[in-house]
C-alpha cells in the first residue's frame, strides 16, 4: 500500500510540474487506520468516491454513461480510472459525461480539506 500511494504521489507530481498531490484514495477501497496514517505522515488528505462505475472491468462507454448518470448526486466524488489497460471507454464516457454533467449545474474541482 505504501508503494501504491507514495509512488503514485511521485509520479502524479511529476506529470503536473512537480506539484505535491494532497489527496490519496486507498488502492481498491482498502481503507484502514494504517492507510490513513502513512498518507498523513507525508501530508495527503484521504479521498473515497461515492459513485464507482466499474469503468477497470470495460463494460463499455455507455453502460459507465449510465451508471454515472443514474447514480450521481450533488457532491458526488466519480471514481473512473487512467491505467491499467486500455482506456477508450472510459475517455469516450467523459466526453458525454462532461457536457452531461455541466448542464445539469455540477462542477469539476478539487475537495476542500
Known sequence: ??????????????????VPVEWFRAPGGAWSPQIVELAATHGMQPLGWTVDPR???????DA???FVQKEVRGGAIILLHDGGGPREQTVAA????????????YRFGFPVP
Not at 1 to 18: H, Q
Not at 56 to 61: E, I, K, Q, S, V
Open 55 to 61: 469503468d477497470w472491468a470495460r463494460p463499455g462507454a
Open 94 to 105: 467523459l466526453e458525454q459525461l462532461i457536457p452531461w454533467l455541466a448542464d445539469r449545474g
Open 64 to 66: 459507465i454513461v449510465t
Open 1 to 18: 500500500m505504501e508503494d501504491e500511494i507514495l509512488g503514485a504521489g511521485r509520479v502524479i507530481a511529476a506529470a503536473g510540474g512537480g
